[in-house]
């Protein structure tokens, strides 16, 4: 008892991570979490290149099919650019290049956040507002990646509500699906990537919290693959519309 106690103390969890990183600094992880870092997005890059695969091969359109490589590459950069950033950080060489894939290891979230309403925005009927929607999102997209080049690591406030902005206020638009199919795995997957960026913002207080991000942004995806797959892909259009 005594020694399950002393492992679990705080002190021993604490030398699992280093301090809080000051303003305007990037946090340094020990290296079992930049170890967990790289295993839990670069164990996902192969499944998601066999999913982006699986999503061109159902695609009966070439609509369907535009939709597939938009969405699958953006799943595979997703994970491919954060492995490759946090591998990079790891072994601690090629500093510029470090710099660069840390920068866009955040521009590709806002790319992926737009990826992922773009199938529905192009398949489904939203009251004649689809198109509005889609160039807002890939508008915010764009400032978000703006943003990323030009203040990294500065207004870490603004980095989160720039993210949950384009993340939420976008979702509002669900609910004005002509036909609803796919909107609880969508809100499935909202919550889970909201209830992550707890763990985003959580270096140096949690162990492995960003490694625990990376687990709830796998899920989300995971939630949204599903629904696109499921309710959108591999159907006409007609029976897109009428998906139970």
Not at 11 to 31: C, H, I, Q, S
Not at 127 to 133: A, S, V, Y
Not at 152 to 178: D, N, Q, S
Request: include cysteine; charged fraction near 15%; charge should be neutral.
């Amino acid at each position: 008892m005594k020694t399950l106690q002393k492992i679990c103390s705080v002190y021993d969890f604490k030398r699992l991570m280093n301090p809080r990183a000051k303003k305007g600094e990037a946090y340094v992880p020990t290296d079992v979490e930049h170890m967990a870092n790289i295993i839990t997005h670069g164990g996902c890059i192969i499944p998601s290149i066999l999913a982006m695969l699986w999503m061109l091969y159902i695609a009966q359109t070439s609509l369907q099919f535009l939709i597939a490589v938009i969405y699958g590459w953006a799943l595979v950069a997703l994970f491919s650019v954060s492995c490759t950033f946090h591998t990079l950080a790891f072994s601690g060489r090629s500093q510029k290049l470090r710099h660069f894939f840390h920068i866009a290891d955040r521009a590709v979230i806002y790319i992926f956040i737009a990826s992922s309403y773009s199938p529905w925005l192009t398949l489904r009927d939203f009251g004649g507002i689809e198109d509005e929607m889609m160039w807002l999102i890939w508008i915010m997209a764009v400032c978000g990646i703006v943003y990323s080049y030009t203040f990294h690591e500065k207004y870490k406030m603004l980095e989160i509500i720039l993210y949950l902005g384009i993340g939420v206020c976008p979702a509002t638009v669900a609910f004005m699906m002509r036909e609803p199919s796919g909107i609880y795995e969508l809100f499935l997957g909202g919550v889970t990537f909201i209830v992550g960026v707890v763990f985003f913002k959580s270096d140096g207080i949690i162990p492995f919290a960003h490694a625990i991000w990376h687990l709830f942004v796998l899920v989300g995806t995971m939630f949204h693959y599903y629904a696109i797959n499921l309710y959108l892909l591999g159907l006409d259009q007609d029976e897109i519309m009428l998906t139970k």
